[in-house]
């Protein structure tokens, strides 16, 4: 559904945020439902939270690395074609105007993390 239905016909890579697989290092599920009246403010925030969560993406401003998550690598031209490189599409969402500023204008060294698909949230209690 996401990559049939959903990037291409709404072009919009903020949708890798919104759309959870309920893994790990999957984005948030929110707790509200997007709608049409909300949507760009919701996907706005969906990416914030995603890309500013210190668990998923990371900034090394020191050595200049880039530390994204697998969902950068696995869709990076859908956030390329929008924003002409991965780290100008991340600085526009970073909350730290220094850490995005430097995005922006500085080299940094991508690397992606491993995707951790276990299961988000506690498992079932046990049954006495």
Not at 15 to 41: E, G, M
Not at 57 to 86: C, P, T, V
């Amino acid at each position: 559904m996401e990559r049939k239905i959903l990037i291409p016909d709404f072009r919009e890579p903020r949708i890798h945020f919104a759309i959870v697989c309920a893994s790990r290092s999957c984005p948030t599920l929110q707790s509200w439902a997007y709608t049409p009246d909300n949507i760009d403010q919701q996907l706005t925030l969906s990416a914030q939270q995603f890309i500013n969560d210190p668990s998923r993406n990371h900034f090394d401003q020191r050595r200049k690395i880039a530390y994204l998550s697998r969902i950068f690598d696995w869709f990076q031209e859908d956030f390329i074609n929008h924003s002409g490189s991965l780290l100008h599409y991340v600085a526009q969402f970073v909350l730290d105007e220094k850490v995005a500023e430097d995005l922006r204008t500085t080299s940094y060294t991508i690397k992606f993390l491993e995707y951790d698909w276990r299961l988000n949230g506690l498992p079932p209690k046990q049954q006495s």
